[in-house]
């Protein structure tokens, strides 16, 4: 019988026993996180749990495996494709109607022309014998902005696209050293062109253009306003020689410049990236023809490269050069890579150059050899480039401004020439992802050699072949959209975020996944063998 213990008062009762009574043992509690590492193997049990269905754990190692093989291609894709990459790129694509071909079509960048031109302070002493060396002083820049787009377009069903160039230029007074206005004194293109004309001509032929010549008031040297000089003036020689052979005179008015202004001659074709994004941009032909027909190598004549406002991406490695094909200049220009640096308030850019020997003469540069005249084998000196073939005739030579990486002799040759290489060489700063220049400067200056003929006076001060310079040219990308800046800096910040995520994730996520298949090998292997 139980038995009743008072405690303090004796109203409190505590029935007690005299016998124990066996108690069942607990059952041990279970977590989520053990049952999960006792399915993984990772944690063992006894009596009951030991002999549950094992079929959990075989279907387990599956999805583990499974998890690993899916982690460690995720791992390769990220760490060693470039797949990611290639999927921001499709957007570069040209295809018709796509956000890139309608920028392409008109670029949402308004590049700044910037015009330096030499004006000659001792012209007249120099031809009346009271100066040994010619004088020049470097006269700007005369700043204008461009706006280029593409006119008839047609998307040829290929992978390609032809269209012409169109530019509108217009003054910026603001951002101009001078006015246009000023008045400059330079050599006569068009007089020393008919000069070079006539130089194999028969005497009478020479005469002739001789009288034709001083009854114009033509001479080696002419004065116009800036603007004139650039965008077209009537020239007299010309406007007579029209009077004379009418039709054969395409037209009387003259500019440096005049062709740049309007709807380009000249029919492209370039590659749109839809067979091969490794093409894009790519020039394929220029007026439906692969070559130019100037140079006598396969290589210097074949048209190719891009305008340079877009490159492959593919190219963007730091080792292989890239091409900018310039028309007014008739060849490929070389582009190798030089730094980093950054541009756009911060944004990170590969610097491409053009190499310096690009104007070296053969001697120097073997390369080079095959653009030199083929029937004489002629060669300008180091730092000029014949372009006569395309300036229909006039001997025009192109270089670096200020002869910047040409012979001494031609920098000494003028008073007033001075070349530096921050101010005077070309580079373009390039986006390393999306291939197209967010900054740079391309920088070259025109030139005409004086080749004298025996009948024609006024040019018996000169040297025969000699080089005058006459303007040299900048153009620098200028004002570029919000819109286009917005897309750079996501393009460079997002992008690189999304990208670093991805490869973070995807390496902890392999890193995981073999732990936990290593650990679920280890630890069923050691439980077999207990057993």
């Given at each position: 019988?139980?038995?009743?213990?008072?405690?303090?008062?004796?109203?409190?009762?505590?029935?007690?026993?005299?016998?124990?009574?066996?108690?069942?043992?607990?059952?041990?509690?279970?977590?989520?996180?053990?049952?999960?590492?006792?399915?993984?193997?990772?944690?063992?049990?006894?009596?009951?749990?030991?002999?549950?269905?094992?079929?959990?754990?075989?279907?387990?190692?599956?999805?583990?495996?499974?998890?690993?093989?899916?982690?460690?291609?995720?791992?390769?894709?990220?760490?060693?494709?470039?797949?990611?990459?290639?999927?921001?790129?499709?957007?570069?694509?040209?295809?018709?109607?796509?956000?890139?071909?309608?920028?392409?079509?008109?670029?949402?960048?308004?590049?700044?022309?910037?015009?330096?031109?030499?004006?000659?302070?001792?012209?007249?002493?120099?031809?009346?014998?009271?100066?040994?060396?010619?004088?020049?002083?470097?006269?700007?820049?005369?700043?204008?902005?461009?706006?280029?787009?593409?006119?008839?377009?047609?998307?040829?069903?290929?992978?390609?696209?032809?269209?012409?160039?169109?530019?509108?230029?217009?003054?910026?007074?603001?951002?101009?050293?001078?006015?246009?206005?000023?008045?400059?004194?330079?050599?006569?293109?068009?007089?020393?062109?008919?000069?070079?004309?006539?130089?194999?001509?028969?005497?009478?032929?020479?005469?002739?253009?001789?009288?034709?010549?001083?009854?114009?008031?033509?001479?080696?040297?002419?004065?116009?306003?800036?603007?004139?000089?650039?965008?077209?003036?009537?020239?007299?020689?010309?406007?007579?020689?029209?009077?004379?052979?009418?039709?054969?005179?395409?037209?009387?008015?003259?500019?440096?410049?005049?062709?740049?202004?309007?709807?380009?001659?000249?029919?492209?074709?370039?590659?749109?990236?839809?067979?091969?994004?490794?093409?894009?941009?790519?020039?394929?032909?220029?007026?439906?023809?692969?070559?130019?027909?100037?140079?006598?190598?396969?290589?210097?004549?074949?048209?190719?490269g891009t305008d340079g406002s877009q490159f492959p991406p593919h190219l963007m490695d730091r080792k292989h050069p890239l091409q900018v094909f310039i028309k007014s200049l008739c060849r490929k220009f070389p582009l190798v890579y030089d730094s980093e640096v950054t541009a756009l308030d911060g944004i990170p850019a590969w610097r491409y150059k053009i190499p310096n020997n690009v104007f070296s003469h053969p001697d120097e540069h073997m390369p080079n050899h095959c653009f030199c005249h083929l029937d004489s084998g002629a060669c300008p000196p180091s730092g000029l480039f014949n372009?006569?073939?395309?300036?229909?005739?006039?001997?025009?030579?192109?270089?670096?401004?200020?002869?910047?990486?040409?012979?001494?002799?031609?920098?000494?040759?003028?008073?007033?020439?001075?070349?530096?290489?921050?101010?005077?060489?070309?580079?373009?700063?390039?986006?390393?992802?999306?291939?197209?220049?967010?900054?740079?400067?391309?920088?070259?200056?025109?030139?005409?050699?004086?080749?004298?003929?025996?009948?024609?006076?006024?040019?018996?001060?000169?040297?025969?072949?000699?080089?005058?310079?006459?303007?040299?040219?900048?153009?620098?990308?200028?004002?570029?959209?919000?819109?286009?800046?917005?897309?750079?800096?996501?393009?460079?910040?997002?992008?690189?975020?999304?990208?670093?995520?991805?490869?973070?994730?995807?390496?902890?996520?392999?890193?995981?996944?073999?732990?936990?298949?290593?650990?679920?090998?280890?630890?069923?292997?050691?439980?077999?063998?207990?057993?």
């Amino acid at each position: 019988m139980p038995e009743m213990v008072a405690f303090n008062s004796p109203e409190t009762v505590i029935p007690t026993t005299s016998e124990s009574v066996p108690r069942k043992p607990l059952k041990r509690r279970t977590s989520a996180l053990n049952t999960m590492f006792y399915y993984l193997g990772l944690e063992q049990r006894s009596g009951e749990d030991a002999k549950e269905s094992q079929c959990i754990r075989i279907l387990i190692f599956v999805a583990l495996f499974v998890i690993f093989i899916t982690s460690a291609i995720g791992f390769f894709i990220m760490w060693f494709t470039n797949m990611y990459n290639n999927s921001l790129l499709e957007k570069l694509i040209l295809s018709e109607n796509s956000t890139a071909a309608e920028w392409w079509e008109n670029p949402p960048v308004y590049p700044l022309l910037k015009v330096h031109v030499f004006n000659y302070t001792n012209a007249e002493e120099y031809l009346a014998g009271k100066a040994s060396k010619l004088r020049v002083e470097d006269l700007g820049p005369y700043v204008y902005k461009e706006t280029a787009n593409k006119v008839n377009i047609t998307h040829n069903g290929d992978g390609t696209i032809s269209y012409r160039e169109h530019r509108y230029i217009q003054y910026l007074p603001e951002e101009s050293k001078g006015k246009p206005f000023d008045k400059v004194v330079v050599p006569n293109v068009v007089f020393l062109t008919g000069v070079s004309k006539k130089r194999l001509d028969s005497t009478w032929q020479q005469i002739t253009f001789n009288m034709a010549a001083s009854s114009s008031g033509s001479s080696a040297f002419i004065q116009k306003p800036v603007e004139s000089l650039l965008w077209g003036y009537e020239d007299p020689l010309l406007k007579l020689a029209k009077t004379m052979f009418g039709s054969e005179i395409a037209s009387s008015y003259f500019g440096m410049l005049m062709t740049r202004n309007g709807t380009s001659a000249e029919n492209f074709t370039i590659f749109s990236g839809e067979t091969s994004l490794e093409d894009l941009a790519v020039i394929k032909h220029l007026d439906d023809k692969p070559r130019l027909d100037l140079w006598h190598t396969d290589e210097c004549d074949r048209v190719g490269g891009t305008d340079g406002s877009q490159f492959p991406p593919h190219l963007m490695d730091r080792k292989h050069p890239l091409q900018v094909f310039i028309k007014s200049l008739c060849r490929k220009f070389p582009l190798v890579y030089d730094s980093e640096v950054t541009a756009l308030d911060g944004i990170p850019a590969w610097r491409y150059k053009i190499p310096n020997n690009v104007f070296s003469h053969p001697d120097e540069h073997m390369p080079n050899h095959c653009f030199c005249h083929l029937d004489s084998g002629a060669c300008p000196p180091s730092g000029l480039f014949n372009i006569t073939g395309c300036s229909m005739g006039a001997p025009i030579f192109a270089s670096f401004p200020h002869f910047y990486t040409g012979d001494q002799r031609l920098i000494e040759s003028i008073d007033g020439i001075n070349p530096v290489q921050e101010k005077h060489e070309t580079y373009a700063d390039i986006h390393p992802r999306l291939a197209f220049p967010i900054d740079g400067a391309s920088r070259f200056q025109i030139n005409i050699q004086l080749q004298k003929a025996a009948m024609v006076s006024g040019l018996e001060k000169f040297n025969e072949g000699q080089y005058l310079p006459v303007i040299w040219l900048e153009v620098v990308p200028g004002v570029i959209s919000d819109e286009l800046r917005a897309m750079i800096y996501h393009s460079t910040y997002s992008a690189n975020a999304i990208q670093m995520s991805l490869r973070v994730g995807s390496l902890a996520f392999f890193v995981l996944s073999v732990v936990l298949l290593i650990a679920k090998c280890y630890y069923s292997t050691r439980s077999s063998r207990k057993k």
